[in-house]
């Protein structure tokens, strides 16, 4: 993985499958298929996949980046993620961005696409800050606002929440 960038995450709450999840961010395609096949010939994916004999592989799936606000998803020490569907992704998108440039964020908010995986979710959205006190007191903050009541009013007739999951960031190599 040298020269990779990769994030760990446990999981908290709300996370159905899987203890931990792994995030390896490309720039490209390209990027992707020559890391990839490194990483298979590697001496070091065989004894990393040995040691792992006895944890389970649960998924994996791909997401492409569709804006940031705020700082980079590595530096967060907490996560929330929201997965939606999303009926409209470019109403969705300039609501979500209208309602952080009214309130903020806890420190990084992303919305992604889902390139892979079920199609019950279509979208999510990352909501990240420095620890769980500092996003859940955001998000209290968030709910009660005129900025959330306002993007809700946009977004309900073309978006539903589909799960809520949050994650606790165990380490980030490579950024």
Do not use: C
């Not at 990779?4 to 709300?14: E, H, I, P, R, W």
């Not at 209208?98 to 990084?108: H, I, Q």
């Not at 990352?126 to 009013?153: C, E, H, P, Q, W």
């Amino acid at each position: 993985m040298k020269g990779s960038n990769v994030t760990l995450y446990a999981a908290d709450f709300g996370v159905r499958d899987g203890s931990h999840k792994i995030v390896v961010d490309f720039d490209s395609y390209e990027e992707r298929a020559e890391r990839d096949s490194k990483r298979r010939a590697s001496h070091g994916w065989s004894r990393w996949q040995l040691a792992m004999q006895d944890a389970e592989f649960v998924a994996a799936d791909m997401v492409g980046v569709v804006a940031d606000y705020g700082k980079p998803r590595h530096t967060a020490d907490y996560l929330l993620v929201y997965m939606v569907q999303v009926q409209d992704p470019a109403i969705y998108a300039a609501a979500l961005e209208e309602m952080n440039d009214a309130l903020g964020n806890p420190g990084v908010m992303r919305l992604v696409a889902m390139r892979s995986g079920s199609r019950a979710a279509t979208h999510a959205v990352l909501i990240g800050g420095a620890d769980f006190a500092a996003v859940n007191n955001y998000m209290d903050k968030l709910y009660a606002s005129d900025a959330f009541r306002t993007f809700a009013s946009k977004v309900s007739d073309i978006r539903s929440v589909v799960h809520i999951e949050s994650y606790r960031k165990v380490g980030a190599w490579g950024y």
